[in-house]
């Protein structure tokens, strides 16, 4: 093996960055024209696209490269986490903007499942989690800065909420009350397919509610407060559950704790006790 020392390593990646940004000028120089005349035949989404990459590229240059060339780690480590934060977003703006402009307030209806309202809103819910949820939303989970994002979309939160998914789709159907606990992979499910139609519905949890991890609450559903749903709980659509109540199972069933039970347990501790 032929030996070789980090400065050279350096000085050939250096060149190489200098060759290719020479290259891509005169490129650039050579198509000027048609480019000019093919972007103003473009969409404005393109436009909006071309820019946000151009900023990013310009980031680069203008932050990292420079820092890393003079060695100013503080200032690449500054950078980074301010990329980090930006970026994220950005893009979890761009999702609410696209939301409203393609989709408006979401209200209770029924749609063909092959309509052009259904796939617009598959879209919306495609880039809800892809773009703005794989990068922000899913982390801020648990945390009350998820709420108010979830606002900005249009879901209706009240204060104090705990809320350990972003599992919603129809956000201005959603109504989740004061202290609410939402706990993890829980599905607040505003919609179904049933017979290829598409129906809409609303969700609303009233106050100090307990949706246990995996319960799924399905479409016109009312939970009255400090009501419980324990885990992997499904409350089917169109119920009602009364306030101060605790439910189980699929489909959800009160829990019934029998005062008998309950005393022949203490019964049979205290004998053993009594024994021992």
Not at 42 to 69: C, K, M, T
Not at 146 to 153: E, I, K, M, S, Y
Not at 174 to 201: P, W
Request: hydrophobic share 50%.
């Amino acid at each position: 093996m032929h030996g070789s020392t980090p400065g050279g390593h350096r000085s050939t990646i250096v060149g190489v960055v200098h060759l290719i940004a020479r290259a891509m000028g005169k490129t650039a120089e050579i198509v000027h024209v048609p480019m000019e005349v093919a972007r103003r035949q473009r969409p404005p989404l393109l436009h909006w696209g071309e820019s946000l990459a151009g900023s990013a590229i310009l980031s680069i240059d203008n932050f990292f490269y420079p820092a890393v060339q003079t060695r100013d780690w503080p200032m690449l480590a500054a950078s980074f986490v301010a990329a980090s934060i930006v970026i994220p977003l950005l893009q979890t703006f761009i999702v609410v903007a696209v939301k409203w402009l393609t989709m408006g307030i979401y209200a209770p209806l029924m749609k063909p499942m092959w309509s052009w309202w259904a796939m617009r809103t598959e879209a919306v819910a495609v880039l809800y989690w892809g773009l703005g949820g794989k990068v922000l939303l899913e982390h801020l989970q648990g945390t009350p800065f998820l709420p108010w994002f979830l606002r900005l979309f249009g879901a209706r939160m009240g204060k104090g909420i705990c809320i350990n998914t972003t599992d919603i789709t129809e956000f201005d159907c959603v109504e989740v009350g004061d202290f609410c606990s939402i706990n993890a992979l829980a599905a607040l499910q505003t919609h179904l397919y049933e017979d290829r139609v598409m129906k809409v519905g609303r969700v609303k949890l009233g106050r100090g509610v307990f949706v246990g991890a995996n319960a799924t609450v399905l479409y016109d559903t009312h939970i009255g407060d400090y009501a419980r749903l324990r885990p992997l709980t499904v409350v089917m659509k169109g119920e009602n559950i009364p306030a101060n109540s605790e439910w189980e199972g699929a489909p959800a069933v009160p829990v019934v704790h029998k005062a008998a039970e309950l005393q022949a347990v203490s019964s049979a501790h205290y004998a053993r006790g009594a024994g021992a």
